[in-house]
């Protein structure tokens, strides 16, 4: 499975971002995959941001981006989207998707992931 994500870029603290990643070289849909959104910023550890379940609807979220970031997915696109909302400065970062098959409880987990996208970079000025 190849990841493709896209829609970084440098905003303003408040501004919005749609963040895209595109899944391929599937035999299928992404329908039974359970799609999440890292990010790591400079000199820092990745770090899990979102995901949306596998087969479902549910979404988990880190708490800092609760209520600002929604995650969403088109199993008939193959594509899970990140839209994020009000963003800080503390957002910058690179922002990773990744895909697992099926589901794992240590979803916010990196080694949870076998398939990652290279990378898209949010830039967020103050």
């Known amino acids: 499975v190849q990841l493709q994500a896209s829609g970084g870029g440098l905003v303003q603290a408040g501004d919005s971002l749609r963040l895209s990643c595109a899944a391929s070289?599937?035999?299928?849909?992404?329908?039974?995959?359970?799609m999440a959104w890292f990010r790591q910023a400079p000199g820092k550890e990745r770090e899990f941001v979102a995901v949306?379940?596998?087969?479902?609807?549910?979404?988990y979220y880190r708490d800092s981006v609760k209520g600002r970031f929604t995650i969403s997915r088109d199993n008939a696109k193959n594509t899970v989207t990140l839209q994020m909302n009000s963003l800080k400065p503390d957002d910058t970062a690179v922002y990773f998707c990744?895909?697992?098959?099926?589901?794992?409880?240590?979803?916010?987990?990196?080694?949870?992931?076998?398939?990652w996208g290279q990378g898209t970079l949010v830039t967020v000025s103050s």
């Open positions: 990744a895909a697992r098959w099926y589901w794992s409880v240590a979803y916010s987990s990196s080694s949870s992931y076998n398939n």
């Open positions: 070289g599937l035999t299928d849909s992404i329908y039974y995959m359970s």
């Open positions: 949306i379940r596998a087969s479902s609807s549910s979404k």
